[in-house]
């Protein structure tokens, strides 16, 4: 099979923020497809318990300086970049005073906080997509992986559906153990609302949305749901099996090449570009 372009869009990722199964997922995974020679670009928040010196990031000022208008206010999206020490991996990180420089990763879910949480996905969704359009980079493959992510799915299949970075890729999305949900804020309909991804959409889902909901959003515009450990979601997992659609299962070890047999099912070579 051809190889391909993947673009991983992650929560977390190690070392820059502690290890959990999802940020050695996310440091571990888009390594692998890179040994398998795919084309690989990676993204995540940049969480404000990220050092930046540290991890020795450096803000891109070509990618940098676009507002993104989020429930009526302008909120300006800053990249930066770094390297994962020992890899040929590149992290871009999507920033932001408000929703990440000064926010930790694990928010408190008050009702304040629930709007942020809704806000600063639709933020991160958005900052990662106009970002990949700016970079002219057509990736055949995104995945998907926290959260934090579950917004992307939504957005690839109507807001940005005639985008020509975007018009043939295919999505796919991880699910993990099951954490307590979040949050979204109670207005978080009108937050997604962005060109054609309008609330009318959206109807068979909870007015309250949380990230359980977030995640039947995700998996409802996907082409494909990986289980990313032994637990994972039981609730997503018989809700992506009812959808009918292509599941991975999870594998402890030596799973790069099921995986990109994962990805070469979702995307067969005959709708590369």
């Known amino acids: 099979m051809a190889k391909k372009k993947i ?30 020679n795919n084309e690989t670009r990676t993204f995540m928040p940049k969480w404000g318990n990220i050092n930046e010196r540290r991890g020795q990031l450096h803000e891109v000022i070509r990618l940098s300086g676009m507002n993104l208008i989020i429930n009526d206010t302008d909120h300006p999206l ?7 020490p020992s890899t040929r991996v590149q992290v871009f990180f999507i920033d932001n005073d408000d929703y990440f420089s000064k926010r930790d ?20 969704a958005r900052g ?18 926290g ?8 957005y690839i299949k109507t807001a940005y559906q005639d985008e020509p970075s975007f018009a043939n890729t295919k999505i796919v999305t991880s699910i993990f153990p099951k954490e307590t949900p979040k949050s979204l804020g109670p207005d978080f309909k009108k937050t997604l609302e962005f060109r054609s991804a309008t609330p009318n959409l959206l109807s068979n889902y909870k007015d309250e949305f949380d990230t359980i909901e977030l995640g039947k959003l995700a998996i409802d515009y996907s082409d494909g749901v990986l289980l990313a450990t032994a637990h994972s979601d039981a609730t997503l997992q018989k809700y992506a099996k ?17 995986y990109e047999a994962f990805y070469d099912s979702i995307c067969p070579e005959e709708q590369q570009e």
């Open 78 to 84: 800053i990249i930066k970049v770094a390297s994962i």
């Open 242 to 258: 009812d959808k009918g659609l292509p599941i991975q299962k999870f594998l402890a070890e030596d799973y790069g090449e099921a």
């Open 128 to 145: 990662v997509m106009e970002t990949v359009k700016k970079q002219g980079w057509i990736p055949d493959i995104i995945h998907c992986q």
């Open 7 to 36: 673009l991983f869009i992650n929560q977390e990722i190690a070392p820059y923020v502690p290890e959990t199964t999802l940020s050695v997922m996310g440091h571990d995974l888009p390594r692998a497809m890179q040994e398998r």
């Open 147 to 154: 959260w934090m992510s579950s917004v992307v799915p939504f």
């Open 105 to 124: 990763m694990t928010p408190d879910n008050n009702d304040t906080d629930g709007l942020l949480n809704g806000e600063r996905a639709v933020f991160f």
